[in-house]
């Protein structure tokens, strides 16, 4: 067995361990999708609820605390979203990171592979270089000695 077939397995566990933190960048951004897309309706919501008036002097006295008390509710919810959103947004970057170390791990494997490829393929051909060589040189001192 050959030093590149050798290393065949190890490119093969690097090219999982690759695949398996792209996965995880492709579930990383859609988490932090998924919660940018519930802080813009917050937001929305929030808008439309300051928006909203209602419509009889009675229900406003009393509404008005619970509005406020719901506002406040409202802000803290966009607040917590806000912070998910940063934190989302640093575990994408840090699996980003840890899949492009993978991808140059398994890079520098193939790479290694193929220089001992090469250089097998490079012995190959000086070993039948050198057996040429000697099969001529034998074909020659034949012909000298018969002459």
Do not use: C
């Not at 190890?10 to 802080?39: F, G, K, M, N």
């Not at 605390?65 to 919810?77: H, I, K, P, S, V």
């Not at 806000?82 to 840890?98: G, M, N, T, W, Y």
């Not at 001529?136 to 034949?142: Q, V």
Request: no cysteine; charged share 35%.
């Amino acid at each position: 067995m050959t030093r590149s077939s050798r290393l065949l397995p190890v490119v093969d566990v690097a090219s999982q361990r690759a695949s398996d933190a792209a996965r995880e960048v492709a579930e990383a951004r859609a988490r932090l999708t998924s919660q940018e897309e519930r802080l813009v309706e917050l937001i929305n919501f929030r808008r439309q609820y300051d928006l909203a008036s209602p419509t009889a002097q009675a229900a406003r006295s009393f509404s008005f605390t619970n509005r406020r008390l719901f506002g406040g509710q409202l802000d803290e919810a966009i607040r917590v979203a806000s912070l998910e959103i940063e934190r989302a947004r640093a575990q994408l970057e840090a699996k980003i990171e840890h899949w492009s170390q993978r991808h140059r791990e398994v890079r520098a494997i193939e790479q290694l592979v193929e220089r001992y490829a090469t250089e097998e393929r490079r012995g190959a051909e000086r070993a039948e270089q050198r057996q040429a060589d000697e099969t001529n040189l034998r074909n020659f001192s034949r012909r000298g000695a018969e002459d």
